[in-house]
């Protein structure tokens, strides 16, 4: 299996424009969730996915966030506008039941900055 | 509100040395706790997972115990290897609601 994969990998862009992140989860797992971790902050939950269903967002900072996820094998985070304080890791990460009963397999992270 | 504290926040030992890791949290009602290990520029890669009724689970030379009364989990690393140099990071768990806490994390580095 190639993991859980996300891309880009990198993103550099300034700051008031769309960013959009992708995600494609560990095949037959149905949770998806969506980290933000900076050196001030840590690991940051923003919101997580149950068959394809957001169960959990309030971890989304405000309303310049949002996150669909439209079938089991893809997920988009999107920043609209984006600014400076938004620089930071995005990690998408999937398991295969209840968020805190399973192990969440994580990918590579998108190293987001914003000038 | 739920935390997760984790202790020492750096450590630096020598190759193969012995070390441990503490997290204290107030997590409740609790669920599980689970410590990640990450590489620089890398995700968390999942450690063990413990439940209320287990105290002790080991994979390789990590060991994680936990103590359900007290709150405390430590992770202990035996013959440390220069590959163990990387952040780890405590995460707790509530029953209910399923949210989870994460721990600021330890930065460990193992020098040759």
């Known amino acids: 299996d190639a993991g859980v994969i996300q891309s880009p990998r990198h993103e550099v862009t300034e700051m008031g424009q769309e960013v959009t992140l992708r995600c494609k989860p560990i095949?037959?797992?149905?949770?998806l969730f969506w980290y933000r971790q900076t050196m001030m902050r840590g690991l940051e939950l923003l919101i997580y996915?149950?068959?394809?269903?957001?169960?959990?967002d309030s971890g989304m900072p405000e309303d310049r966030f949002s996150a669909k996820m439209p079938n089991a094998s893809f997920s988009t985070l999107k920043i609209q506008p984006s600014e400076p304080r938004d620089s930071a890791v995005y990690f998408c990460a999937s398991s295969l039941g209840q968020p805190s009963s399973y192990e969440q397999y994580f990918g590579p992270g998108t190293r987001l900055t914003v000038t | 509100k739920n935390q997760v504290e984790q202790s020492p926040q750096s450590l630096i030992i020598l190759e193969g040395k012995n070390c441990t890791l503490q997290?204290?949290?107030?997590?409740?009602?609790?669920?599980?706790l689970r410590w990640y290990k990450q590489d620089t520029g890398r995700g968390p890669v999942s450690l063990t997972i413990m439940t209320f009724s287990e105290n002790t689970k080991s994979n390789g030379r990590y060991t994680a115990t936990l103590d359900a009364d007290t709150k405390q989990s430590s992770l202990h690393i035996t013959a440390s290897q220069l590959s163990d140099s990387a952040s780890y990071i405590c995460v707790v768990s509530e029953r209910r609601a399923g949210k989870s806490t994460f721990g600021d994390g330890t930065t460990l580095t193992v020098k040759p």
């Open positions: 997290c204290n949290y107030t997590v409740s009602p609790f669920s599980n």
């Open positions: 095949s037959g797992h149905n949770s």
């Open positions: 996915f149950n068959n394809n269903v957001p169960i959990d």
